[in-house]
């Protein structure tokens, strides 16, 4: 199942975040070669991730969310929320 995660800071002290860049960067690659991280963005409008997760279910999303060591660190958290296709194509078959 397909989850859109979308990050929250929980501080605004650029300093704090520096120590775990390094260490966020290589998690985040890691998932990406196990599959579970399939897409990653910044948003355009503001500096924060914008993640596309490939898991079972909402717990797991929110375990390999919590394996980020900024997430871990307490400085960022993200709001998870579950993906479905797009159904609405089927209306141009309707007939009526």
């Given at each position: 199942?397909?989850?859109?995660?979308?990050?929250?800071?929980?501080?605004?002290?650029?300093?704090?975040?520096?120590?775990?860049?390094?260490?966020?960067?290589?998690?985040a690659w890691a998932l990406y070669q196990t599959g579970v991280l399939r897409e990653c963005y910044f948003r355009a409008d503001q500096h924060?991730?914008?993640?596309?997760?490939?898991?079972?279910?909402?717990?797991?999303?929110?375990?390999?969310?919590?394996?980020?060591?900024?997430?871990?660190?307490?400085?960022?958290?993200?709001?998870?929320?579950?993906?479905?296709?797009?159904?609405?194509?089927?209306?141009?078959?309707?007939?009526?």
């Amino acid at each position: 199942m397909k989850f859109l995660a979308l990050e929250r800071e929980l501080t605004h002290d650029p300093d704090a975040f520096q120590p775990y860049l390094r260490a966020e960067a290589e998690r985040a690659w890691a998932l990406y070669q196990t599959g579970v991280l399939r897409e990653c963005y910044f948003r355009a409008d503001q500096h924060t991730a914008v993640l596309i997760l490939e898991c079972a279910d909402t717990a797991e999303a929110h375990e390999i969310l919590a394996s980020l060591p900024l997430v871990s660190a307490g400085l960022i958290a993200f709001d998870v929320l579950p993906l479905t296709p797009y159904t609405g194509f089927a209306r141009l078959f309707e007939r009526g």
